[in-house]
């Protein structure tokens, strides 16, 4: 069975950590992923929350009858400045720890190296990894990586050989939707070549920034370093999400017990509430209609 999971970035700015699964199942959501946020795992600093704080989500999670799947921290994991390397291997142990408590077995998160530096890039990456991956496989943690645009891999074949390097099972592969466009527009090439270490997929739309001979964006000055991309709600931008379904249903995903869809616009805060249910309301039909 399919799980479908809310992404509560939209709750951030307006509702208390402890409200987010009453929200979640107002909206019609089982499932919630945890996402970076002050009081449990803030952006690429040390997690915040602690035992009593764990345990009082937890019991909120159960009260208001919400699974939370996984968590997605964000953390320098393959940031080519050492000081900032080891202190995100320090605060990912620490998510670790909050996940076991949890009783949450994973986690999805980014490469967060630098694309003008790949080569450290990807050494940092290997460094870190050697470090918690005995980690990971002792405690059941599954690790699955998005290659997000601004890293030192965005293509998205090529961030499966990085992943693929690491010869270990315990780690797989995010597939963002509204990335469609920085990995390459190559669905099928991917997810044939990721096969079953496919362990998310996040869905939400984006305009392809390479139409309108590459000014469907505009940046200014012309020539600016950006990745620019969306996550608007399905059926808002450029990706195909017919053919996206179709993958994911001709490669098995969607047949796989863990199968794991997120929600996860982060344009739309102002009509969140209807964003929100609308987006259930359309994974379920992409879902049956694949």
């Known amino acids: 069975m399919v799980r479908i999971a809310f992404d509560p970035t939209p709750l951030h700015h307006d509702y208390d950590l402890l409200e987010f699964p009453d929200v979640t199942a ?72 909050l996940a076991v408590d949890l009783e949450v077995d994973t986690l999805n998160t980014e490469f967060s190296g630098r694309p003008e530096r790949p080569e450290e890039s990807e050494d940092a990456f290997y460094r870190s990894m050697e ?90 000055p012309p020539g600016n370093a950006v990745r620019v991309h969306q996550h608007l709600k399905i059926g808002d931008g450029d990706v195909d999400f017919d053919e996206l379904f179709k993958l994911l249903r001709s490669t098995g995903y969607l047949d796989r017990e863990d199968a794991l869809l997120v929600s996860n616009v982060f344009a739309e805060d102002e009509t969140f509430l209807d964003v929100s249910r609308y987006q259930l309301q359309k994974i379920k039909e992409l879902v049956d209609n694949a």
């Open 131 to 220: 470090e918690l991956l005995p980690i990971l496989e002792r405690e059941g943690i599954k690790f699955n990586i998005d290659p997000h645009p601004d890293d030192f891999v965005e293509d998205g074949v090529e961030a499966w050989r990085v992943i693929r390097g690491l010869n270990s099972k315990q780690v797989g592969f995010v597939y963002v939707a509204p990335h469609t466009f920085h990995m390459g527009d190559q669905p099928e090439k991917i997810l044939t070549s990721v096969g079953d270490r496919l362990g998310a997929v996040y869905l939400s739309d984006s305009f392809d920034h390479h139409k309108s001979h590459g000014l469907r964006y505009i940046t200014n």
């Open 26 to 97: 107002r909206l019609g959501y089982e499932y919630m992923q945890i996402t970076p946020h002050v009081d449990f795992g803030p952006f690429f600093r040390h997690p915040k929350a602690d035992d009593d704080l764990v345990q009082a989500l937890k019991k909120r999670a159960k009260d208001a009858g919400v699974k939370i799947p996984a968590i997605l921290p964000v953390h320098r994991l393959s940031w080519p400045d050492e000081n900032l390397r080891v202190a995100a291997v320090r605060n990912l142990k620490r998510i670790i720890e």
